[in-house]
């Protein structure tokens, strides 16, 4: 793959993070958005997309922004940002697996 075509790759997987971002926690500090534009690592950018997508609460996704190469999965109670509902015995929603 040519060496442009990688860098149109990265632009695009930059653009869609600070995309996903905004749309779920609103403006994207600038320090984020610099160190988003800087990553030359396809691998990150796709983790960091996940992660945006995923992370129920802001501090979620500045943790895993911070969390470095290393990081891998993606599990567990904290990455699930949508409650499936299912309606109770008396007709209201509730989501399911909550004890409450």
Known sequence: MSENLIDDFLQID??????????????VPEAMRERIMACQE???LQRWLLVA???PRWEVLLEELGA???AFRL????????????PSAAGEWQPV???G
Do not use: H, K, W
């Open 53 to 55: 997508a995923n992370a």
């Open 97 to 99: 697996g909550e004890e």
């Open 14 to 27: 930059r653009e869609d993070l600070l995309a996903v971002i905004a749309m779920r926690f609103g403006t």
């Open 68 to 70: 470095g190469p290393q």
């Open 75 to 86: 599990v567990g109670p904290r990455y699930q940002p949508v409650t499936t509902c299912a």
């Open 42 to 44: 396809s691998a990150t």
